[in-house]
C-alpha cells in the first residue's frame, strides 16, 4: 500500500508559515502596529533602569524586548526556543518586534531576571490605563474586584509524580514491616508518604509544598485580582517579598488585622492605586474570616463571600445572654465560663469560653480537662469551646442576604476570575517552559499580565467591545 503522507522539509515549513502570516496578518500583527504603541505605557523608570543597565553599545531596543514576549504569549508559545525560531523564520515578526536580529536564549532569561521591578511598574501603569476603558465598556462590571488564590508549579524534581511514587514505596515497605509486629494496625500508607514529602523543593526553598488544583505540588503561589471584565488588576507574591515599597505582610499589619493574603494584597494594591474604588468583592470560602468582612467593610466594599463549611461545625451553637456571653447549647441558664485570649500565627485574636461543667486540673504538670456532663454536646473529652473573635458576626450579617436571588446572581461571576487566571497560564504554557528561577517565573507571571492588558486595550480600540478578553479570535 503506497504512503499518502507528504514528506516536509524545513523549507516547505517556512513556505507554510509565510503563508498563514500572509493571511492572518491583519488580525494580529496589522492590528498591533496599527493600534499599540507600546512605549506610551513604558514608564520613564523602566527607560532609566533598562538604558543605565547597557549602556550605548545596547544591541536590542526596550521596545523590541517586550513586544517579542506580548507576541510570544498571545500566541501561547511554550518556550523561548519557539519565539527564536519563528523569529527566524518569519522577517515581518522581527521587523514588528524591531529586532535586525534575532537575541539569544539567554538575553531573554536575564531581561526577565534583571527587570522584574521595573516590570511590575510597567504592569501597574497598564493597570491604571485599562481601569478607565472597563469603566467605558461596562461600569457595572468594573465596579467588581474578585480575588483569587493559585499557584503556578515550578519546575523541580518534586513535581515528578515519579518523586512520590519513590515515597509511596519506602511508605510501603514500612506499612509491611509494621504490619508483621501489630497486624491489627490502621497504618495509612498514602498519608504516611505524603508526609515524608519535603515542605520546599530542595533546588529552589521558595517553592513550597501546596495543595492546588486537586493536589499536591511544589508552587509558586500568588493572588491575583480582577474585574467582572475578567480583566487582571493585581498580581501579588504574597509569600516572598518583591521589592516594592508598598508590599505588605501579614505581621506589617497586624495591629488591626491578622489575615493570611487577602489584606495584604489588597492592601499593596491600593497604596499602588489609591484612586481606584469598588462597590462588589466577590472571593470563595477560602476568604470567610471575619478580618476580611471587617477590613473590606472599611474600605466601603460589599463584601459578597461564600461561607466555609469549616467554619461553621455541624454541632448546636450556643446562644448569647445580654452582655454577650456564650450559653451552653442544651441549658440557656448556663454561661461559659471566661477562658482566656487565643493567640494563634496567622489567625485573629479569640476570646475563648469553656463548657460550664468542664474543670481544668494539673495532672503531673500537664493541663487537662475533666468533664462533668450526662448529655454533652460534642464528643470532646473537654467540652464545648467556643472561640469568638473579637469582631464578631461580619460573617453572617452580610449586606445582601446569602439565599436571596440577587447574592446568588452576583456569586456566580466569581468564576471569571478562575476563566482569566487560566488565561494566563495558557499565556504561560507553565509545563512547558521549564522555568526554574523564582524571579524568571515570577516576570513570566508579570509578562502574560501585561499581555493581556495590551490584548484588552488592542481589543477595545479595534471595537469589539462584546468579547474583551477574546484574545485568540485576533488570531483565527
Known sequence: MPVSAKQLNFTDISTEFDKFYNKNQNNLLGLLDQFINISDFIPFSFYQKYYSHFGRKRNFSLESMINAFILKNILSLPSIDLLISLLNISSEMRQFCGFLKVPHKSQFSRFKVNFFDALNDLFNNLVDVTEEISKDINPFLASFLITDTTGFEAYVTENNPKFYHSELKKAKSYANRIAKDSPNSTFDVEKYAQSQMPKFASSNTDVKLTYLNGHFGYFQKCVISTNALGVVRNVNFYDTHNNLDQDLRPQDIKDNYDAKSLIPSLETYFQLHPNFSYKYFLGDAGFDADDNYAYLLKRKIMPIISLNPRNSPNLPQPGFNQVGVPLCPYDSSLPMVYDGI???????????????????????????????????????????????TIHHNYRFNSSIPRDSLKWQKLYRLRTICERSICQIKNFIQIKSSRVRNTVSLKSDILLACISQLIAFILIFKSKNYDKPLAIKSLIA
Do not use: H
Not at 463548657?355 to 454533652?376: D, Q, R, T
Open 342 to 388: 487565643t493567640r494563634e500565627k496567622g489567625r485573629a485574636d479569640r476570646i475563648k469560653y469553656i463548657c460550664p461543667k468542664a474543670k481544668k486540673i494539673n495532672i503531673n504538670g500537664k493541663l487537662s480537662y475533666i468533664l462533668n456532663c450526662e448529655n454533652p454536646c460534642t464528643s470532646s473529652k473537654c467540652g464545648r469551646i467556643k472561640q469568638i
